[in-house]
Nanobody, 127 residues
């Protein structure tokens, strides 16, 4: 059974930074494309950033480009999301998710079709 556990969320002032981590266990992490998603109250879940299993391809939502960076360490079975210059509108529950059986440079772009999900970590940005 694959398990994803997010950590690193919390309360931060606008302009601050947080680093989220997602530890993956149970299967071959290096074969999974990974994504970070978020869901704010009353809104649909949206993709924030994603990375191919090779780590060579990434993609970001327009709203976070230039502020967030996704990375992965296949030796540690962990994917990260470095969030800088945080804004109140970044407040949400952040989830990591994995998609298996993908091509080397495949990057997820929607929540649909992801195979495994974590339970989420809350990020609150105060103004």
């Amino acid at each position: 059974q694959v398990q994803l556990v997010e950590s690193g969320g919390g309360l931060v002032q606008a302009g601050g930074s947080l680093r989220l981590s997602c530890a993956v266990s149970g299967r071959t992490f290096s074969n999974y494309a990974m994504g970070w998603f978020r869901q704010a109250p009353g809104k649909v879940r949206e993709i924030v950033a994603a990375i191919s299993w090779s780590g060579g391809s990434t993609d970001y939502a327009d709203s976070v480009k230039g502020r967030f960076t996704i990375s992965r360490d296949n030796a540690k079975n962990t994917v990260y999301l470095q969030m800088n210059s945080l804004k109140p509108e970044d407040t949400a529950v952040y989830y990591c998710a994995a998609k298996r059986l993908v091509l080397r440079d495949y990057v997820p772009r929607t929540p649909e079709g992801m195979d495994y999900w974590g339970k989420g970590t809350l990020v609150t940005v105060s103004s």
